[in-house]
């Protein structure tokens, strides 16, 4: 079982194709800015890891992707639903250059 949580958004993925269940912090009541924050991700990762719990799923091996103040959060709300995690892989994506500069201003 595969688990990724890209900013905060969650979805449990069966085997590369099946997907269990998606969730996020907007489902959980979570409204605007407060979406954004660590405690909005725990819920989140509680609900939805109840959800798989409920489905059979005890095992999961997690990739995160995104940076922000929910990355453990999330991590630890999956953990107290109950599941088992197996790894956990990063795999936010890192530019090579990023974006062009600027044009100097001219005075």
Not at 31 to 46: E, F, H, M, S, V
Not at 51 to 72: A, C, E, F, S
């Amino acid at each position: 079982m595969l688990f990724s949580i890209l900013m905060e958004i969650f979805g449990f993925i069966f085997a590369g194709k099946t997907i269990y269940a998606i969730g996020s912090c907007g489902t959980e009541g979570f409204k605007n800015a407060r979406k954004g924050t660590n405690i909005a991700a725990q819920a989140t990762g509680l609900g939805i890891g109840t959800k798989v719990l409920k489905k059979g799923v005890k095992d999961v091996r997690i990739k995160i992707k995104g940076l922000g103040p929910g990355r453990m959060a999330s991590i630890k709300g999956l953990q107290m639903s109950g599941l088992e995690i197996v790894s956990i892989t990063d795999v936010t994506p890192v530019p090579d250059n990023g974006v062009r500069p600027r044009k100097q201003r001219k005075l």
